[in-house]
């Protein structure tokens, strides 16, 4: 095997063999492949594209890169995994849910990635819990909970860390097909036999237009079907924060409000739309209507909210989390309301800016070494279609420092559209594929 005639084929758009594809993540994986073939390799892919089975040869070659995990359960293996957005905490409810229903639930996540928020770093503003786990404990986790919600180890897909780091500094973020096969090697090296995904599309998601998302979750789809997982996926609205709270604990909280009956909503829906469709792919339930309200009632009857506690526990969080919540979770020392600057129709949240908003207060990441805040945040974000008077509040700023908090609030302001007629409110699922 040679990287330079891979390089060169896809270069070429000649074929490149599943064997090839193989050693090259290998290569990856240990290093025998340069960091200058590694940037050669993912511009060549993002200027010729790999095609189906290319782009499903090399998921699998980075799948193998590692260790794959394997279950022998008496229940489904299931996931669900989301492209990105703002307020976007569905796993913290979904995982639980699927657990209450008859599931297991390995769920490997990441950290906050641009201005989106990252499901480990929400969890961790949970005193004590652990997101590190190794693989032995893992699989005592989720045998005694239902769920465990965990960060990759090392050996999992490791050719995948490697080409994403070379592909973040070489302006080759943007392919399809290593998009797709990043997702889903770690994915699918998690052993799974039933996967949901959620495609977010709108101003706080990655993908902007329609025709993105969809060639992006027809991609997913097909790769993971090709795999040997069933896999669906929901194009989902992220043109305003799908929470009205964002920053980790206050993503946490509104996930506890809705795990304990306290809210409903918007997270509420699309956590059950796609535990529906997993729980019909996977067995449980007769179809997705069915399934929906399966997840529906788990939270309703405080199932899923146990599973969650036993979970928190299981990790290192506190025993008797999901009774007394409010008072482990850290608070943010400044906290103001944002006021309308006049009457009208909320009509567009810029969701971008507000995910942007919450890092810069500290809540995630501008460069990879930086430390981040639990507490701070956005909260209370009205909804698109709200009226508004003047003076009326528009979110609350949660901050570390009162010149934060100024600048976070002239910044929401920026980021909301107000109109004096009732705007057309999008769907919330725009499309099923799969």
Excluded at 60 to 79: C, E, K, N, Q, T
Excluded at 225 to 245: H, K, S, V, Y
Excluded at 331 to 343: G, H, K, M, T, Y
Excluded at 359 to 365: A, D, I, K, T, W
Aim: charged fraction near 20%; include cysteine.
């Amino acid at each position: 095997m040679d990287a330079r005639a891979i390089i060169a084929r896809l270069r070429d758009r000649q074929p490149v063999t599943d064997q090839e594809y193989r050693w090259f993540a290998a290569g990856l994986a240990d290093h025998t492949v340069s960091d200058a073939q590694a940037g050669a390799f993912a511009m060549a892919a993002l200027l010729n594209g790999l095609g189906d089975q290319g782009r499903t040869a090399l998921t699998l070659a980075m799948r193998d890169s590692g260790h794959v995990l394997r279950w022998d359960l008496d229940r489904p293996v299931l996931d669900k995994h989301s492209t990105g957005g703002v307020g976007d905490c569905v796993s913290l409810i979904l995982a639980p849910a699927l657990a209450a229903c008859g599931a297991y639930v390995p769920m490997i996540s990441g950290r906050g990635l641009g201005h989106t928020g990252g499901t480990l770093d929400k969890l961790e503003a949970i005193p004590g819990f652990q997101t590190g786990l190794e693989e032995t404990r893992l699989r005592q986790v989720v045998q005694r909970a239902g769920c465990a919600i965990v960060s990759a180890s090392a050996d999992i897909a490791p050719a995948d860390k490697r080409l994403y780091a070379i592909r973040d500094v070489t302006g080759t973020v943007e392919s399809l097909d290593l998009i797709t096969a990043s997702i889903l090697s770690k994915k699918l090296a998690a052993g799974l036999e039933g996967l949901v995904l959620d495609v977010k599309i709108g101003t706080g998601a990655f993908m902007k237009s329609a025709d993105d998302a969809r060639a992006l979750a027809l991609a997913l789809v097909e790769t993971a079907n090709a795999a040997g997982c069933p896999t669906t996926a929901l194009i989902t609205d992220m043109n305003q924060p799908l929470a009205p709270d964002l920053g980790n604990a206050l993503e946490v909280a509104s996930s506890m409000r809705v795990l304990t009956g306290q809210a409903k909503g918007r997270l509420l829906d699309i956590a059950a739309a796609l535990g529906g469709v997993l729980l019909a792919n996977a067995g449980l339930a007769d179809n997705a209507t069915v399934g929906e309200q399966r997840i529906l009632s788990a939270i309703a009857s405080g199932d899923a909210a146990q599973v969650f506690g036993r979970m928190v526990a299981e990790q290192g969080g506190p025993v008797q989390f999901v009774d007394n919540w409010q008072r482990f979770l850290p608070e943010a020392p400044v906290i103001r309301e944002i006021l309308s600057p006049q009457a009208g129709y909320v009509a567009g949240w810029n969701g971008y800016a507000l995910g942007l908003t919450v890092v810069e207060l500290g809540g995630g990441r501008q460069v990879e070494t930086d430390t981040v805040d639990p507490a701070v945040g956005l909260s209370d974000v009205v909804p698109l279609g709200a009226w508004v008077e003047r003076g009326q509040p528009l979110a609350r700023v949660h901050a570390a420092r009162e010149a934060a908090a100024d600048q976070a609030g002239a910044e929401v302001l920026a980021a909301l559209r107000l109109t004096g007629a009732a705007p057309d409110l999008p769907p919330l699922i725009h499309e099923r594929i799969g």
